[in-house]
C-alpha cells in the first residue's frame, strides 16, 4: 500500500504563480524525497530531507516536513512552462536496502 | 537518468509468454529495483537488490521474478505474460549510502 499521499491530484496555475504540493504519510520515516516526472519519462529526483529537518531549500524549490503531523509540502516559486510534470513524494524508513515508498504523484499544468 | 538504460523501451507481447526486461547501470550502485507504474496507483515496488544474487520482495513480486549476477544488470522476468502485467515498468539503482534513486527512462510493456 501507498506511505505517501500527496494533495492535490491535479493542480493548473499561470506562469509566475507558486505551486505548493502535499504530502502526507503513515509510519515514521528516515527521509522524504520529491521526484518529478515529465510525460514519458523517468522520475528525476529534487530533492531530499531529513526527519530532523523542517526545512530545506534547492533553487525555486522549499520543502518543509512536519514529523508530527506526517506531513511534507513542495513549493516551486515563480513557476515556468517547463515544471509541467508529475510530482511524486517518496519515504525511506533507514533500513538498510529498502526502497523508496511512492505517492500518487500530484500533476502539475503551468500554462504561458 | 545518466547511467541507467532499460532494454527493450516497449514490447507487445501476447498471454502466456515469458518476458524478461533488463536494467543497466553504470554507476556501479549496490542497489537496484524494479518498479511498475500504472494510473492511480503511482510507482509500486516489485523486486529489490542489495547486491549481486541479494534480491528480495516488494509489494506486487506475484507473478516477476528477478535475477542479479553482475552488478550492473539487474532483470526481471515475467514467467507467463497476463494482461495485468501490461504497465510501465522503471528500474532505479542507488548508491549508499545515499538515499536518492536514479531511474531508468521505463519500459512500456503490453500484454495481449
Known amino acids: 500500500s501507498q506511505q505517501g499521499e500527496e494533495d492535490p491530484q491535479a493542480l493548473s496555475i499561470q506562469e509566475g504563480e507558486n505551486a505548493t504540493m502535499n504530502c502526507s504519510y503513515k509510519?515514521?520515516?528516515?527521509?522524504l524525497q520529491w521526484y518529478r516526472q515529465n510525460s514519458g519519462r523517468g522520475l528525476v529526483h529534487l530533492i531530499l530531507?531529513?526527519?530532523?529537518?523542517r526545512e530545506k531549500h534547492s533553487g525555486r524549490l522549499r520543502v518543509t516536513l512536519d514529523t508530527s503531523k506526517k506531513s511534507s509540502s513542495l513549493l516551486i516559486t515563480a513557476s515556468r512552462a517547463a515544471d509541467t510534470a508529475s510530482y511524486f513524494c517518496?519515504?525511506?524508513?533507514?533500513?538498510?536496502?529498502?526502497?523508496?515508498?511512492f505517492g500518487k504523484g500530484t500533476t502539475l499544468s503551468v500554462s504561458s | 537518468d545518466a547511467g541507467i538504460t532499460q532494454s527493450p523501451r516497449h514490447k507487445v507481447t501476447e498471454t502466456g509468454t515469458p518476458v524478461t526486461l533488463r536494467c543497466h547501470q553504470t554507476?556501479?550502485?549496490?542497489?537496484m529495483y524494479w518498479y511498475r507504474q500504472d494510473p492511480g496507483h503511482g510507482l509500486r515496488l516489485i523486486h529489490y537488490?542489495?547486491?549481486?544474487?541479494?534480491?528480495d520482495k516488494g509489494e506486487v513480486s506475484d507473478g516477476y521474478s528477478v535475477s542479479r549476477s553482475k552488478t550492473e544488470d539487474f532483470l526481471l522476468t515475467l514467467e507467463s505474460a497476463t494482461s495485468s502485467q501490461t504497465s510501465v515498468y522503471f528500474c532505479?539503482?542507488?548508491?549508499?549510502?545515499?538515499?536518492?534513486?536514479?531511474f531508468g527512462p521505463g519500459t512500456r510493456l503490453t500484454v495481449l
Open positions: 517518496a519515504t525511506a524508513r533507514g533500513q538498510a536496502g529498502t526502497a523508496l515508498i
Open positions: 554507476e556501479n550502485h549496490r542497489y
Open positions: 530531507i531529513r526527519s530532523n529537518e
Open positions: 509510519t515514521s520515516i528516515n527521509n
Open positions: 537488490s542489495y547486491g549481486v544474487k541479494d534480491t
Open positions: 532505479a539503482s542507488r548508491g549508499a549510502p545515499t538515499d536518492t534513486q536514479y
